[in-house]
């Protein structure tokens, strides 16, 4: 079932009932049943049934439908309506360029060298972009594998446009600000040497980073446990 809801999430060349590389429903059970605790002790009981909440994330979907009829259709990495948003390729890596609303769609058309894109009939706004959406992701990918992804990037900062890269899982584990939180930390382990393991991404400052212990070896706490 929620194969089919993630339909409308995949690529638009992906088979109509692309399913999910991740079990969304499972995840998102969580940060519902944390948020529906009061602040009352005991709390009652309550249920979270995973159907209720592949249901509840179609959200403006469910509106969508019941309102205009309108049966989603894939839109990639893009948004259903607001536009451009989306992925695209430069002449080295990937790019995804968020510039929606009107203000930061002219300051892509700056960017871009089109300032005639701003006062187009087939772009002006952000309806006649929804309409030709087609036509302006085209021209915009077009423009893009002119350089690489830096070079954008640094015009497209320059422009307050709001981007970002497509990182490759090297790319995350040596990102700058990764190491700044810290999400990266080592131990020592007895037998493999220093290992490097992700940090919990829950932090105390009044404690600072608590210290992780190597994974145990094979029956170091058998004794233990059995006691």
């Not at 990639?76 to 002449?91: E, K, Q, W």
């Not at 930061?104 to 005639?116: D, I, T």
């Not at 700058?176 to 020592?188: G, L, S, Y």
Request: aromatic share 8%; proline share 10%; charged share 15%.
């Amino acid at each position: 079932m929620f194969a089919r809801m993630t339909q409308a999430w995949s690529a638009p060349c992906a088979p109509p009932a692309l399913k999910s590389r991740g079990s969304f429903s499972e995840w998102s059970v969580s940060p519902h049943c944390s948020g529906s605790l009061p602040g009352c002790s005991p709390p009652p009981l309550f249920y979270v049934a995973m159907i209720d909440v592949q249901i509840s994330l179609q959200i403006y979907r469910a509106l969508y439908y019941w309102l205009a009829g309108e049966i989603p259709t894939s839109v990639g990495a893009g948004h259903v309506s607001a536009v451009p948003i989306d992925l695209f390729r430069t002449a080295d890596h990937g790019l995804v360029i968020d510039a929606n609303t009107e203000e930061v769609f002219a300051r892509l058309c700056g960017a871009l060298g089109r300032p005639e894109w701003i006062t187009d009939p087939n772009f002006k706004d952000r309806m006649a972009r929804w309409h030709n959406k087609k036509e302006l992701l085209a021209a915009i990918q077009t423009i893009l594998l002119t350089k690489t992804r830096g070079e954008w990037m640094e015009i497209l900062i320059t422009h307050e446009v709001p981007c970002g890269p497509v990182n490759s899982v090297a790319d995350i584990l040596n990102d700058r600000h990764v190491f700044e939180r810290p999400m990266m930390v080592a131990t020592q382990h007895p037998t493999a040497g220093e290992l490097k393991l992700l940090a919990s991404p829950v932090k105390f400052p009044a404690h600072g980073e608590l210290p992780l212990a190597p994974p145990p070896l094979l029956g170091q706490h058998t004794n233990i446990c059995r006691h």
